[in-house]
């Protein structure tokens, strides 16, 4: 019987190593190939000349009809408005509108000023 286990075991010792190696064999193979294939890309991508560029074509704007033009005008006018409000500096506008103000009134009090004199 001891003879008979001993075989036994030698023989799946001997299959288990050599089952291990196959494996440890294969893995090392797929890592190869893929990294040849990997140099290999690399140098077909140095030593192949890129594509010539495409002739470029001239751009016509068309506009579909007359409602669209209208619409670009207004959205023109639109973002006109939005830049104007977002660069203005509202104590400068509160200023003119006060220097306004104050022209108006002094120019009727002169007005009126005159009025009462020509009364007299």
Known sequence: MGRLNGLFGGFVLT???MYLTIRQ???QTKVSSRLLQDSNEALQMILTPPAPPRPRTAYIETRPDILETMKD???SEIEGVVRWAQNT???QIFD?????AR???LGLKRLGESASESEK
């Open 15 to 17: 299959t288990s190593v």
């Open 25 to 27: 064999h294969q893995e």
């Open 73 to 75: 005008g207004w959205n």
């Open 89 to 91: 500096n509202p104590t």
């Open 96 to 100: 003119s509108l006060e220097d306004v």
């Open 103 to 105: 022209s108006a009134f």
